[in-house]
Structures are given as structure tokens and as C-alpha cells.
């Protein structure tokens, strides 16, 4: 049953009132949907600070967004390579000193497909250590501008959650064997959840009552994902299916965040997405959450697990 709360189109933005006082937070905010959430955020007079690897795009993003909202539109970036725990650590270090309030941390910044096994600096398989530790050292090392804000974490997953394995290959789960670019790609985005379910259980044991974590995904929009990191094949097939209504706007796939970061009212335990076709496009709502994307005993073990790879404790 599709959910019905923001009526037969959905969530979309024209929920959003002033957002004047607000800071919001994205990774990879300078292509597709993460530059989307920021347009739709900047329209509504947010602060956004942009989390991006590359200075040359950041400037383009940022330049672009100005030229549509004005010189005065608060917009910046620091520079953050999710793929280096290092890079992370400096990033959180210069927000902490500049960005006095958190309203949201969207962890939206991935890479999909990469179509053979590469490794990240610090030595973890590429997907899995952008999207899931990078995000986990961050939101991590941000933890507690959050909470003084009483602000939140978004997490923006992928219904490839459903696909490849279904958990954590923790005896490998750095693809020494048997690599595939879709089931890799799939454990990061599961990784990803697991930790915003298990965050949750945490903060809720704790009485940490202050920080909101929600959970969304897209849903197929038409954005840069496949041309950085897939295949030449997946290329020409994603291409061919942005031809196709199975596919909806990278600026429709932004509602699913920016609902997750202002919105009041969401469940926890939930995922939040587009609730047509397969849930793949379509009037933005509370979708469908299988099962293993919350299974405590791999929940309880991937938190430990990425502690230790990240070094970074909680101390939750
Ligand atoms: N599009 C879809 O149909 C779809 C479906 C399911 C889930 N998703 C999810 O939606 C989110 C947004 O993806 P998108 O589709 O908008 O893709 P996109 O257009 O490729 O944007 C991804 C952003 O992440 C950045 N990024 C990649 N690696 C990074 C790193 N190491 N450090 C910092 N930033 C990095 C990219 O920067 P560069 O520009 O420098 O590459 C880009 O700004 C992702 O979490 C993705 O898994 C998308």
C-alpha cells in the first residue's frame, strides 16, 4: 500500500517554508541528486555547506548555484575525499571550526558499479569505504555539533540493498574473492543502513532523544552515478533506461533527503523514497524496509567492525 500521509503526489518541496536559520550539510552536493537537495534547500534561504573530493566541481556547483540564487546565497565547500580516512578527518576538523550549527547531515556523496575491485587508500574495498566508512568516521566526528543543534543524520541508501548477498560478507568483506561491482556496491549501501538502524537503537538505549536519523533512497533518477564509476556497459544501459519513465529527474530524486532533513514527524525504522513503479520513481513517501537491512546480530557486528577499521569509538 502506498503511503498516502503527503497526499497523491507525495512529498515535495512545496512543504518547505523558511529556512533561513538552518544549516544543512551534503556530501557530494555537486552533481545529481546531492546538487539538487542543495538547490532545493538554497531556494528556501538555507545555509548549505557542500562536502565534495573535487575543488575544480565545488567551484563550478558553487558558481552555478550564485548565478541562480543570487551572490548572496550562502553556499560554500570544503574539500572531503570520502576515500581517505585522512581527508575525512580534516574535513570534520575545518567544519567544526567553521559551521557553528548542524540542522542535517546528508550522507549522500557514493560511487556505484565500480566495475573492477579497487581499494581505497586506507585499504578498503572502494565502495564500501567511500560510502559506508567514509560516512561513518563523519557522521562520527560531527556527532556532537548534531546533537547541540538537535539536528539530524540522513542517509541516502539504494533499493540495492535488496540485491547481492542481503548482508555483511564479514569473513571478506573486502571482496578478496569474489568481487562482483553490483553485490559490492550493494553491502555498501546495506553497510550504510545498518549503521543509520543501529545508530538509531543506540541513541534510543542511550536517551539521546535530540538527534533524528532517517533513511531514504532516490529511487532511479537521472544523475551522474553510473557515468563515474561504472562500466562502459552499465553506461549505455543506465542510458538507455534515463530514455524511459522508469527513470524520473535527478531533481525529483532529491525529494526523498530534503524530506529526510526537514520534515518533522518521520518514523525511524523506516525508508523513505518514491513509492510508484517499483518504488523506483514516482510520489514520494514511506517505502517499503525489508528485514535484513535490520538484523541486530549484523547490525551489532558491522558497528564494531567499522569502529575498528575507521579507529574512531563513539562512545555510545
Ligand atoms: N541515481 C540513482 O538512480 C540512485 C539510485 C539509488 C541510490 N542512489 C544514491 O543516491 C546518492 C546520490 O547519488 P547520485 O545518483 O546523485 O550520483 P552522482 O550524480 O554521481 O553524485 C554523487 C556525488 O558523490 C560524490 N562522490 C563520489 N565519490 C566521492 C568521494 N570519494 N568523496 C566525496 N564525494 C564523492 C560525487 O563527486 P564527483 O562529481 O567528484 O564524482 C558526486 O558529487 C548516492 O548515495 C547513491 O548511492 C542513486
Known sequence: MPDTTFGPNGWTPERLGNLDNKTYLITGANAGAGFQAARTLLKKNAKVVMLNRSVEKSQGAVAELKKEFGSDANVSFVRMDLASLASVREAAAEILKTVTRIDALICNAAIAQVPT???????????????????????????????????????????????????????????????????????????????????????????????????????????????????????????????????????????PEVMCATEDGLEQRALYGPTGRMEAVGPVGRGTLNPHAYDKPVMTKLWDVSEEATGFTWGL
Open 117 to 255: 575491485r579497487k581499494l581505497t587508500v586506507d585499504g578498503f574495498e572502494s565502495q564500501l569505504g567511500t560510502n559506508h566508512y567514509g560516512h561513518f568516521l563523519l557522521c562520527g566526528l560531527l556527532f556532537e555539533r548534531i546533537e547541540a543543534s538537535k539536528g539530524r543524520v540522513v542517509v541516502v541508501a539504494s533499493l540495492g540493498y535488496n540485491m547481492g548477498l542481503k548482508t555483511i560478507k564479514f569473513d571478506d568483506i573486502n571482496w578478496d574473492k569474489g568481487y562482483g561491482p553490483n553485490t559490492a556496491y550493494s553491502q555498501s549501501k546495506l553497510a550504510q543502513m545498518m549503521f543509520a538502524y543501529e545508530l538509531q537503537e543506540k541513541l534510543a538505549s542511550a536517551g539521546r532523544a535530540d538527534v533524528e536519523v532517517n533513511v531514504c533512497h532516490p529511487g532511479s533518477s537521472a544523475t551522474s552515478l553510473i557515468s563515474t564509476s561504472g562500466s562502459r556497459t552499465m553506461r549505455f544501459i543506465w542510458w538507455l533506461m534515463t530514455k524511459t519513465p522508469m527513470v524520473q529527474t535527478a531533481e525529483q530524486g532529491a525529494y
